[in-house]
C-alpha cells in the first residue's frame, strides 16, 4: 500500500491506513459479519476524523469498508504538499491519528470487543516514536543525537547501557500514552456526530472527501436522506 515513511523524503502520493483482521472472514455467521462491518467503520472513521481535525495531520481523500482482497478496510489521505521536512509536531498528530481506530473500538464496544484490526497502527506509530527519539533528536532527555547507524535502524553507533534502555521503553509509551488519550478525548467530545456518520458509512460503504467533509460540518441528514433514497431505488431494481 502506499504510504510516505515517517520523516522521510518528498511524497506526493496518497497514504493508506490499511488494516486487516487475524481471522478468516468467509467462515464468519451473517449477525457477526454485521458487527465486524461496524467495528470497521468506528475504526476507519476514526483515522479520518483525527486527520480531519488535527492542524498537522494529512486531509482524507476517501474512506471504504469495502473488502480488497485480504485487507477489510481503507482510509486514503493525502499530503496537501510534497515535504522534505517533517516537524515533531507532524508526528505526534500522525500518533493521534494512527491510534483513533483502537480508541474508538474501546469507546464504542468496550475494552473486550477490541480487534486486532489496529496492529499495523501500532507497528507504524512506535516506529514513529522511535524514530523521533533515536534518529531526529525530538526528545530532551535523549537530546540532539543520532543513536542508529544508517545501515541497521536497530543497531547503535554506541554502547547502549540499560539504563537508556529502560528510559527509551518509558518514552515510548509515554508518547504512544499521550496520543491514545488525546485520541479517546476528541472520540469524545465528537461521539454524536460520528454515530451518525458511521449509519451513513455502513449503509454506502464508501465515502469521498467531500461528502466526509460536508458531515463533518454537520450536514448529515442530507446525505442521509439521499443515500436512503439511493438504497431503496437500489432494491426496486
Not at 502520493?13 to 472472514?25: I, K, M, Q, V
Not at 518514552?171 to 467530545?189: F, M, P, Q, R, V
Amino acid at each position: 500500500f502506499a504510504h510516505c515513511n515517517p520523516g522521510g523524503g518528498a511524497c506526493s502520493e496518497p497514504r493508506l491506513h490499511h488494516c486487516t483482521l487475524a481471522w478468516a472472514t468467509d467462515t464468519l455467521s451473517v449477525k457477526t459479519k454485521e458487527k465486524e462491518k461496524k467495528l470497521v467503520a468506528y475504526h476507519e472513521l476514526g483515522h479520518a476524523v483525527t486527520g480531519h481535525l488535527l492542524e498537522n495531520a494529512d486531509p482524507v481523500e476517501k474512506i471504504s469498508i469495502v473488502r480488497r482482497g485480504q485487507a477489510l478496510w481503507v482510509t486514503w489521505t493525502t499530503p496537501e504538499e510534497d515535504k522534505n521536512l517533517y516537524s515533531k509536531a507532524k508526528f505526534l498528530d500522525e500518533l493521534v491519528t494512527l491510534l483513533w481506530g483502537r480508541a474508538a473500538e474501546e469507546v464504542f464496544f468496550g475494552k473486550d470487543e477490541i480487534t486486532t484490526g489496529a496492529s499495523n497502527d501500532f507497528q507504524r506509530a512506535t516506529a514513529i516514536v522511535k524514530n523521533m527519539i533515536l534518529r531526529y533528536g525530538m526528545d530532551e532527555d535523549f537530546g540532539p543525537i543520532n543513536y542508529l547507524k544508517d545501515s541497521e535502524e536497530q543497531s547503535f553507533t554506541n554502547p547502549y547501557s540499560e539504563k537508556m534502555a529502560e528510559l527509551l521503553d518509558q518514552k515510548i509509551k509515554s508518547y504512544l500514552e499521550n496520543a491514545y488519550t488525546k485520541a479517546k478525548t476528541i472520540l469524545i467530545e465528537n461521539k454524536d456526530l460520528i454515530e451518525k456518520m458511521c449509519k451513513i458509512l455502513l449503509e454506502k460503504e464508501y465515502l469521498s472527501s467531500e461528502e466526509f467533509v460536508q458531515m463533518m460540518n454537520g450536514d448529515t441528514t442530507a446525505e442521509l436522506s439521499n443515500t436512503n433514497k439511493k438504497t431503496k431505488k437500489e432494491k426496486t431494481e
